[in-house]
């Protein structure tokens, strides 16, 4: 479980900002899994989804998602990987392709969290942000994912990764603005996601 709780540039849980909002959260947790679940309602309710309220910049590193409370579905993956990191949560990284406009092409990869409980073993969320059509819980064992599978071209990836996907982080680093991300929005084929390590 060792990597999937160590620091790293993009998930940089041993920033002071992040202890300390990490230590709050759990203040009034008696256990991991309350912990996870107050990480995960703070990153989905407090972070604001770059595109749902069009705010910038454009975040990955987790302080920076922390300081601007903002970021896409990624960066706020980011970020509630560090805050579960800080509380010695072990958590990793999912991905979906998914229909950009729910009616087939275009695509782009989705970004979100597998965070391991006791007792339960490796538990999926998504703290994108709920909204109109999304309902996204923690409610385990049983998982309430932000999106389903609908096209043959969508994809819902098994694999849990370490490390966000480099593809990912180069995406967010090279746009500034959320209507630049939304243009450019991270993408890979079905045929490429084996090479990705995320089959």
């Known amino acids: 479980m060792e ?12 920033h002071p ?5 990490a230590n709050q959260i759990a203040l009034k947790c008696e256990t991991p899994i309350a912990i996870a679940k107050a990480c ?7 972070i604001r989804h770059s595109y749902d309220y069009q705010m910038n910049p454009v975040t990955c590193r987790a302080s920076d998602v922390l300081q601007h409370k903002t970021g896409y ?8 990987a560090a805050l579960l990191r800080a509380n010695q949560i072990p958590t990793g990284f999912c991905y979906q392709r998914l229909s950009i406009d729910d009616q087939g ?8 969290n597998a965070i ?13 942000g709920n909204k109109a059509g999304v309902n996204a819980q ?6 309430q994912l932000a999106f389903t599978i609908q096209f043959p071209e969508e994809a819902d990836f098994p694999a849990i990764l370490s490390d966000p996907l480099p ?7 090279s746009q500034k603005t959320w209507d630049d991300m939304l243009c450019n929005l991270p993408d890979i084929s079905l045929e490429s996601a084996k090479s990705y390590g995320l089959v």
């Open 3 to 14: 990597e999937f709780l160590k620091v790293s540039e993009m998930i940089d849980w041993q």
């Open 40 to 46: 995960f309602e703070w990153v989905r309710d407090e």
């Open 167 to 173: 593809l990912i982080v180069d995406s967010l680093h």
């Open 116 to 128: 391991y409980l006791p007792e339960i073993g490796w538990y999926r969320v998504d703290a994108r």
């Open 138 to 143: 923690f409610t385990p064992p049983q998982e």
């Open 73 to 80: 579905c990624f960066a706020k993956s980011h970020l509630l």
């Open 17 to 21: 900002d992040i202890l300390e909002c």
């Open 105 to 112: 092409a275009p695509y782009s990869l989705h970004g979100f």
